[in-house]
């Protein structure tokens, strides 16, 4: 399981109302909201955002900030993914 898959997986048991996951790959975000439907329940991966970003385009991590800023008001915990 890749790290961004194990960070949504360690954060859902938490059981917050919303979980933004901020990756390139779509692909990641799959793997884990799978992981989180197979060990938890579907009704955790429902809160779970996927917002796309590659830090390889300067803007991007600007443009992820303001997408995740207009869907909700308040960011508790934010985990980089460590590559």
Known sequence: MKESAS???SLSLS???KLFTVSI???AVNG???DISDKLEAQYAHKV???KCD???WHAPANA???VSSLTYRLDIL???LC
């Open 7 to 9: 960070a949504s997986h």
């Open 15 to 17: 059981n917050p109302s």
């Open 25 to 27: 790959s779509q692909e």
């Open 32 to 34: 884990a909201l799978k």
């Open 49 to 51: 955002t996927f917002v």
């Open 55 to 57: 830090l390889d385009v």
């Open 65 to 67: 900030a303001k997408e």
């Open 79 to 81: 985990v980089p993914e």
